[in-house]
Every structure is written in structure tokens, then in C-alpha cells.
């Protein structure tokens, strides 16, 4: 049975203003102060937090490249109060940033750990402390040298699944970098390769983004490539190949048996529409032991064109049957 709107409206107004109702919101009420006073005097207490913070160098001129790299992140430990701390405590970052015009000397950025807890206290407040940082030194090389544009060499050893292939070399589409120096380049470095990308047993097509080595003191931008390796399952699919024979003498014919032989060969899946490779065999007389001691001739594949990664032919021999004509 429904019960109408308007009686429950009268209903819910009883109860709110019976004695128990009346102590229940009295509670609630005195519960929400309490809560606020509680989160006001924890905000003004001090605490000690661990916070990871980030470097940002700022107002660096177009002409000028880092040769080091910037740490990803600092951890700072800080006293303070929780007032202080409580944006980064729900999410905001802490960027610690350094102006390049004030620490740059003579191709170096370098702030020592006072300086660095100083430019700490900035981002979190003067009436803080800094317990400890890692790292507390900061240390950087540039460089405002012109830049030499360098090919890349890829180095890859990558193996796939018994049942897959590498379809395409591995490859990239940035084919070379810019390289910065502080000094000029040795002369022997006229390449620049990626670190060795190692991978086994891959199963399908994928991208990696490999880092770029350079000697000390050098850079490249950028300094990390993405790797394309293209991998793609394989099917079988065989084809019967005529054996032609060569160099028989003259007044001589040889047949042999079979006159077909079977070629299997691989290729990926995506090419199994395309048109079937192009093979010859032959049987060469002139492999023949003069003594005729065996009554089978080795088969040679004189011919493979097509698309196909991998081919074996079903025997390498056969039989053969010479007549005089």
C-alpha cells in the first residue's frame, strides 16, 4: 500500500520535533563543530612530511642546451605546519624552480645544499624546515656550442615465438639527432647509436623508446627514440617445382623421380593473398660421382623469388634413370 507524499512530509516534521528528534539534531550539530575545531588544531600543529618535488630551470636562452640531465625528482623531508603543507598533501606539486641567470657560471649551474634549501623554503613557505633532501647539491653542464647533426645507428637483438617472424627491420622514424657538446666532437664519433635492445620471445608488433648514447660531455636532442619492431605470425604453404636437368652429354638423357618436388615455405599472415614465389629446380649432371655408384642426384633450388621468409625443399635428392639416345 503507498502512503501519500504529504503524509510522509507530516510524518518526517513529527519526528524532527519530538524530544528524540530534537536530541538527534542537537548531537549532529555539536558533532560538526567538534570535527571543524579537530581539523582547525591539526592544521596549526606541526608536522614532518617526506615530499617529492620537481626542478624546473627557468629563463634559459633559446642558445643554450643542457648537457646534464636534471633529476627527476627531490625528496625533501619538512617540518611545518599542517596548514602549510596541506595542498601538497592533497595532490598540488612541488616545483622548485631555478633561474638560470643567477646560478649559471662559465658553462655550469651549481647550488650547494644551503642554496638549495633556501630555494626549498620559497616553495613551501620561510617559516619552514628542511630536515633533510636527496640530492642536496645540484650540479649541471651546458653548453651554448652549435649543435652537429648525426646519424643513428639502431642495435637491436631481438628474437621472436617459434611461430612468428621480424617482417621489417627494426626501424624508427627519426633517422638523426642533433648532438651538443661542451668541447668539440671526437673525430671518430660520427654515428650515434642507440643502447642495445634486447628482446626475446616477442609475439607481436610493438614500439620502445631507446636511449641514445653519446660520449661524456655530450648530448643529443632528443636523446631517446621510439623503436619499431614489426612482428606478425607466419603461415606455411607449399608448392610442387618441376626438376629441370642440366649438363646432360650429349647422346644421353636422364630422367629422374619424381619429376616434382615439393618447396614449403613461410610467410606472414598478412601476405597470404599475395601471388606464389617463383622457384626453379635442377638436377646437375655434372654433380654426378663418375662411378655411378648412387642411383640419386642432388636437387639445387637455382631460383627463389618471391615473398617468403623461410623455405626447405621436401627431399634435396632424387632418383635418376639415364638412357642413351
Same mark, same amino acid.
Given at each position: 500500500? @503507498? ?25 549532529? !550539530? ?24 620537481? !626542478? ?17 625528482? !627531490? ?115 660520427? !654515428? ?60 644421353? @638423357? ?72
Amino acid at each position: 500500500m @503507498k502512503i501519500p507524499y504529504r503524509q510522509l512530509i507530516r510524518k518526517g516534521r513529527a519526528l524532527l520535533f519530538s524530544p528524540r528528534g530534537r536530541d538527534a539534531v542537537t548531537f549532529c !550539530i555539536f558533532l560538526v563543530i567538534s570535527a571543524v575545531l579537530w581539523i582547525v588544531m591539526a592544521l596549526n600543529e606541526e608536522t614532518q612530511r617526506d615530499i617529492r618535488a620537481r !626542478i624546473e630551470i627557468t629563463d634559459v636562452p633559446d642558445s643554450v642546451r643542457l648537457i646534464s640531465y636534471i633529476p627527476e625528482s !627531490i625528496n625533501i623531508s619538512v617540518r611545518a605546519t599542517g596548514n602549510e603543507l596541506f595542498t601538497y598533501s592533497v595532490g598540488k606539486e612541488a616545483v622548485i624552480k631555478i633561474d638560470y641567470r643567477y646560478y649559471c657560471r662559465n658553462g655550469h649551474i651549481s647550488l650547494t645544499g644551503t642554496e638549495m634549501r633556501a630555494l626549498a623554503r620559497r616553495v613551501f613557505g620561510q617559516n619552514t624546515q628542511i630536515q633533510a633532501m636527496s640530492p642536496d647539491t645540484l650540479s649541471l653542464w651546458y653548453t651554448s656550442r652549435p649543435p652537429v647533426r648525426l646519424p643513428i645507428r639502431i642495435n637491436t637483438r631481438i628474437t621472436t615465438l617459434p611461430n612468428c617472424a621480424l617482417t621489417h627491420p627494426v626501424s624508427s622514424t627519426v633517422d638523426s639527432v642533433l648532438v651538443y657538446s661542451i668541447n668539440p666532437l671526437p673525430d671518430d664519433f660520427t !654515428i650515434v647509436p642507440t643502447a642495445m635492445l634486447t628482446l626475446n620471445d616477442v609475439a607481436q608488433s610493438e614500439t620502445r623508446n631507446v636511449a641514445l648514447v653519446t660520449p661524456a660531455g655530450t648530448r643529443a636532442y632528443p636523446d631517446s627514440i621510439p623503436l619499431t619492431i614489426s612482428v606478425e605470425p607466419m603461415i606455411s604453404r607449399s608448392i610442387k617445382v618441376p626438376v629441370k636437368t642440366t649438363n646432360v652429354p650429349t647422346g644421353m @638423357k636422364m630422367i629422374v623421380i619424381p619429376a616434382q618436388i615439393t618447396v614449403n615455405y613461410t610467410l606472414p599472415m598478412s601476405r597470404y593473398d599475395d601471388s606464389r614465389p617463383d622457384f626453379e629446380a635442377v638436377a646437375d649432371f655434372a654433380t654426378l660421382d663418375k662411378s655411378f655408384s648412387t642411383n640419386r642426384i642432388k636437387v639445387d633450388l637455382t631460383k627463389a623469388e618471391g615473398n617468403f621468409l623461410e623455405l626447405y625443399m621436401s627431399e634435396d635428392s632424387v632418383e635418376y634413370i639415364i638412357e642413351q639416345q
